[in-house]
């Protein structure tokens, strides 16, 4: 109210001076001075420029340019100016300025300093760095040390050049802290853009007491819910987090979603910010469940405050449906990636980078679904446009080819898997060098394709390849060197070179037991194929150990229970490997099937081997079950299955059916003509005549006998 009547009586004044003495009168360039000073002092900047530069205008007419009255006056225009934001005009002002107070005051008065650091400061703001720099230093051995240390290291901050920018901060902090005391609010500025350097630096452990500090300050000065107590909590926590200390950042994090909740409410955009950063957090941790449920209330939280295609929403959508993939719910990732596919597709169009990102995450959830056709289509076509917009050089469509070069791999179409694999090595070697761990990916998955295919050269050639560089480059134990070791392994095995094999699948499960544990996939698939080795090297007691080593563990390992009845059987251990055999049947029938070949193999060996432990009765049931179930697969002409009758006409041989066994050796030897099998006609030839004779049908078995030497003839 005051300031209202001085402003009134200050016009009132002013109109009186104008009528009776002129508007340039010094009386009334005083009353304009005056107006103009209260203007400034109750923020009115624009009534107080317009005033400000009336006064300086006739005053440059009338008096020197050194006077103090033009000095003060320049000196308050300019601070308006600079309040405006209008750098350049200050800037002027301001050097005219710094020429009148050198040459009335000289360069090392208080007044000449204070000009040079508002002159640095406009220099700044108009982005001239380079002569704020030199000002703000030219002050750091006078009187203007602190301040043009704080302007110093602020500048040295914005222009990213934070080593340099430390020191003069620590003289701030250091500073205040004695002018002020440790508590008092211009320490805790200094304190908090120290932090924040450190921050920008990555010097996690040098920012946390900084931020401590901070957070405490704000906390106790300002109370718990002020907003720059909880932006300072949100920072504190993210150092605690870069620094590993999950525990403690996890309780900063809660706690300030808590106090956001409960100033701004649940929606507010902090607070959704908070949700989401805690989600963020927690999936980083692997806490999927919790991450979950954080994650899809800053889903429906942005959903709801921003709109269905807001860039918050889609990142919301995204990270949701990464946890939600890590949590095996395919069906809601697969709701959420179509949602943000059809978002992309409508904001940026069918091929632009957003919307092949959002399909390559729709694909890879479709692939973990087993959805493989439809997730093969939806990597070709991010691939396709991938090419066409990015090119075939981008860090994205070279990514592709690999992802797409995997897929078609697993799912077998290996020619096409082939030519991607072979395409994306040579893309990466040229743009990333040979050395580059996605190059080694490619190295791998390549020679792993061709061992697959059996062209065991180029396959070796690449393994070995890739393993030298792994080594080297990543270590023993990274997971691509341990790949290529055991297929390396693996391929030699195949080869029929043991004992480089040995070598290549001991290393593979040592290392691969000391990581993970004797439990995981990879250490057991180590043990089972060096078994496998160790088994063909004729060391049978260390493949059996091997082998049970397996079983105790896993006593359902099929791969194992095949192998210890190959091992006891090659060592004449018959009864002991019936067992096993069983056990692998049982397994084999609940996995795949009474009719899957595998099974009726596994069924035929089971009769097999009854049949040598004079089991007759159960081992006729296994074989006449075995060859049915390959007259019903394969039918009656399959060399399978006429090799199964010939057996089961042996078998019935031994137990003195002979009507049933002529019966399946007519069949079989049938069967061999068909094939035109030489040897095997002559095999089964000699069985029917055998069978015939003992049944005393001589003029039969005669008859065969001729039909045999004249076939042998022709």
């Known amino acids: 109210m005051n300031a209202t009547i001085t402003e009134t009586e200050l016009h009132h004044s002013l109109q009186i001076s104008e009528q009776e003495k002129g508007i340039d009168h010094p009386a009334t360039i005083t009353i304009v001075t005056k107006l103009a000073s209260l203007y400034k002092s109750i923020k009115k900047s624009k009534q107080a420029e317009t005033l400000y530069r009336r006064a300086l205008q006739v005053s440059d007419t009338k008096l020197r340019s050194t006077h103090p ?82 302007s110093l290291g602020r500048l040295l901050q914005k222009l990213e050049r934070y080593q340099e920018a430390v020191p003069f901060l ?24 120290l932090g924040i350097v450190f921050l920008k630096m990555k010097e996690f452990q040098k920012a946390e007491p900084m931020l401590s500090r901070m957070y405490a300050m704000n906390e106790r000065i300002f109370g718990k819910e002020h907003p720059d107590t909880l932006i300072a909590m949100h920072k504190l926590g993210s150092v605690f987090e870069e620094l590993g200390n999950y525990e403690k950042a996890e309780k900063i994090y809660r ?43 800053a889903f429906k939280g942005c959903q709801e405050m921003y709109g269905k295609l807001h860039p918050r929403t889609l990142k919301a959508i995204q990270n949701l449906g990464l946890v939600q993939l890590k949590l095996k719910k395919y069906e809601q990732s697969e709701a959420l990636f179509r949602s943000m596919v059809d978002a992309h597709e409508s904001i940026w169009g069918i091929d632009d980078p957003h919307t092949i990102d959002s399909v390559m995450h729709l694909a890879t959830c479709l692939q973990l679904n087993d959805k493989i056709y439809k997730s093969e289509l939806l990597y070709r076509r991010a691939l396709d446009s991938s090419e066409r917009i990015l090119g075939i050089n ?4 070279i990514a592709l080819v690999n992802t797409l070069g995997c897929l078609l791999y697993t799912t ?70 341990l790949t290529a070791m055991y297929n390396l392994g693996s391929l030699l095995y195949k080869c029929n070179r043991l004992k480089e094999a040995e070598f290549l699948l001991h290393q593979s499960y040592s290392i691969n037991l000391k990581i993970h544990g004797s439990k995981h996939q990879r250490t057991q698939s180590s043990i089972i194929q060096l078994a496998m080795v160790l088994g063909d090297l004729k060391r049978f007691d260390e493949a059996l150990k091997l082998h049970f080593y397996i079983l105790d563990d896993y006593p359902d390992t099929i791969s194992s229970l095949h192998q210890v009845v190959h091992i006891l059987q090659k060592t004449n251990k018959w009864k002991e490997s019936e067992s096993y055999l069983r056990h692998e049947l049982k397994l084999k029938t609940e996995l795949l099937g ?19 432990l004079s089991k007759t009765k159960e081992a006729q049931n296994f074989l006449f079950r075995a060859l049915k179930g390959y007259e019903r697969l394969l039918g009656t002409d399959h060399l399978d ?14 137990t003195g059916d002979y009507l049933q066994a002529e019966k399946y050796s007519k069949l079989s030897l049938k069967g061999y ?14 069985q029917l005549l055998e069978i015939l004779r003992t049944e005393g049908k001589n003029k039969e078995a005669q008859e065969l006998e001729t039909w045999h030497q004249e076939r042998n003839r022709k």
């Open 594 to 612: 009474n009719d899957h070949l595998d099974t009726l193999s596994t069924m035929n060996n089971v009769g097999v081997l009854l049949q040598d």
């Open 641 to 654: 299955t006429i090799l199964t009758m010939y057996n089961y006409a042996d078998f019935l041989v031994s």
């Open 255 to 297: 706690n300030l979603l808590e106090r956001r909740e409960l100033v701004l409410g649940s929606n507010h955009s902090q607070t959704l910010s908070t949700c989401f950063k805690l989600g963020m957090f927690f999936k980083c941790l692997n806490k999927l469940e919790e991450a979950e449920l954080l994650l899809t209330n």
């Open 394 to 397: 981008n860090d994205q469509t």
């Open 69 to 150: 009255r033009i000095l003060n006056l320049l000196n308050n225009l300019a601070s308006v100016l600079v309040t405006l934001e209008k750098y350049k005009d200050a800037e002027h002002l301001y050097r005219r300025l710094l020429l009148g107070c050198n040459t009335l005051l000289g360069k090392d008065d208080r007044k000449t300093r204070a000009t040079i650091h508002k002159l640095a400061f406009c220099c700044e703001m108009r982005g001239n760095c380079i002569e704020a720099e030199k000002l703000y230093r030219s002050l750091l051995k006078t009187s203007f040390r602190s301040k043009s240390s704080n």
């Open 673 to 686: 003509c068909k094939l035109n099998m030489d040897q095997d006609i002559k095999d089964g030839t000699q």
């Open 412 to 481: 077998g179409k290996l020619e096409q898997a082939k030519v991607l694999l072979r395409r994306g090595l040579e893309t990466n070697e040229t743009k990333y060098g040979s050395q580059d761990v996605r190059t080694l990916q490619c190295l791998v998955s390549l020679g792993s394709l061709l061992f697959d295919m059996e062209e065991y050269q180029e396959a070796e050639a690449l393994l070995q390849c890739a393993l030298k560089v792994n080594q080297k480059i990543l270590g023993y134990e990274h997971a691509l060197t």
């Open 170 to 193: 620590q003289q701030v902090v250091r500073s205040t802290e004695k002018k002020y005391g440790t508590n008092h609010i211009k320490v805790l500025a200094s304190v908090n853009q």
